[in-house]
């Protein structure tokens, strides 16, 4: 089976910086597609964005563009989220997700099988 575990996250002021990481074992890393996704106390789960990792494809949510950075090693079996000008409202709980198949909608919590336990972000205003 696939495992995915987040780390990275931590305790900010708004403005700040963090980089979220997750590892992935259990399958080939190649040509599948993993998101980042967050979930903040009595809230629904929202997506943040989606990488390709067999083909240059990257996408974002709107709440996030021009601020955060998903990216991968694939050597490393590792993907990353680089979030820049953090604001309270991003204060969540991070989870990476992937699915093997790359077809469907990249958005969907409902097309990602596999999810690790997810890391907490907290931003201070």
């Known amino acids: 089976q696939v495992q995915l575990v987040e780390s990275g996250g931590g305790s900010v002021q708004a403005g700040g910086s963090l980089r979220l990481s997750c590892v992935a074992s259990?399958?080939?890393?190649?040509?599948?597609?993993m998101a980042w996704f967050r979930q903040g106390p009595g809230t629904e789960r929202e997506w943040v964005a989606t990488?390709?990792?067999?083909?240059?494809?990257?996408r974002y949510g709107d709440s996030v563009k021009g601020r955060f950075t998903i990216s991968r090693d694939n050597a490393k079996n590792t993907l990353y989220l680089q979030m820049n000008s953090l604001k309270p409202e991003d204060s969540a709980m991070y989870y990476c997700?992937?699915?093997?198949?790359?077809?469907?909608?990249?958005?969907?919590?409902?097309?990602?099988?596999?999810w690790g336990q997810g890391t907490q972000v907290t931003v201070s205003s």
């Open positions: 997700a992937l699915n093997l198949a790359v077809s469907g909608n990249y958005h969907k919590e409902e097309n990602f099988k596999y």
């Open positions: 990488l390709y990792t067999g083909v240059d494809i990257i």
């Open positions: 259990g399958s080939t890393f190649s040509n599948v597609r």
